[in-house]
């Protein structure tokens, strides 16, 4: 059971902005541990998208961005396009676990 | 150019041990900061962490798998390996590995490049 809360599914249109949201505690993303994004396509491995809240490895489109805020993160998505349907999973540290830790995963729809 | 590779049985029966190595190349596991996890993904569900080592040879565990799990690393080989003991059917999953850089400490970097996955099921 995971310590950080993501919503199962998200959908828009092309063209269209979405955001994943990603909530946490005070023992992880309330604690100032970075929170990462990973973007997992079907039947792929995942792909760092977002690393330290708001930085784009080199590569992944501008369309992508991240921020955090208290105990939670977001993603978003602007300009979606088909090939951004995929899982998104955040990813943070949790101090009381002693644990790294993954989100629940939002599964995103480009309608 | 940083690669990781999972190897290890597909099929594995209850109460076994399972063995998987991650073979890597690109970087090398002496370099300060630098550490190797795994991960795991059930069929159709989120992604769990297992396991990390450190250049160091410091390791961590997910508390809820410490007592089944045990990391080690083969600098020389490029090798990290993980064994979990008793596997039960509910440890069916692809397995990951994946390299984790020196980020803002040794804590909190991110996991930026992943092996290809193996999946691993338990079945008698």
């Known amino acids: 059971q995971s310590v950080l809360t993501q919503p199962p599914s998200v959908s828009g249109a092309p063209g269209q902005r979405v955001t994943i949201s990603c909530t946490g505690s005070s023992s992880n993303i309330g604690a100032r541990f970075d929170v990462h994004w990973y973007q997992q396509l079907p039947g792929t491995a995942p792909k760092l998208l977002i690393y330290?809240?708001?930085n784009r490895p080199s590569g992944v489109p501008g369309r992508f961005s991240g921020s955090k805020s208290g105990t939670s993160a977001s993603l978003a998505v602007t300009g979606l396009q088909a090939e951004d349907e995929a899982d998104y999973y955040c990813?943070?540290?949790?101090?009381?676990?002693?644990?790294?830790?993954f989100g629940t995963g939002t599964k995103v729809t480009v309608l | 150019q940083i690669t990781l590779k999972e190897s290890g049985p597909t099929l594995v029966k209850p109460t076994q041990t399972l063995t998987l190595t991650c073979t890597f190349s690109?970087?090398?596991?002496?370099?300060?900061?630098?550490?190797v996890g795994w991960i795991r993904q059930p069929p159709g569900k989120a992604l769990e962490w297992l396991a990390l080592?450190?250049?160091?040879?410091?390791?961590r565990y997910s508390p809820s798998l410490k007592s089944r799990l045990t990391i080690t690393k083969d600098t020389s080989k490029n090798q990290v390996v993980l064994t979990m003991t008793s596997v039960d059917p509910v440890d069916t999953a692809t397995y990951y590995c994946?390299?984790?850089?020196?980020?803002?400490?040794?804590?909190?970097?991110?996991?930026?490049?992943w092996g290809q996955g193996t999946l691993v099921t338990v079945s008698s």
């Open positions: 080592i450190y250049w160091d040879d410091a390791k």
């Open positions: 994946a390299h984790r850089p020196f980020f803002r400490g040794v804590i909190t970097g991110p996991f930026d490049y």
């Open positions: 990813q943070s540290y949790d101090s009381s676990l002693s644990a790294y830790v």
């Open positions: 690109g970087f090398s596991l002496s370099t300060s900061g630098v550490g």
């Open positions: 330290g809240n708001s």
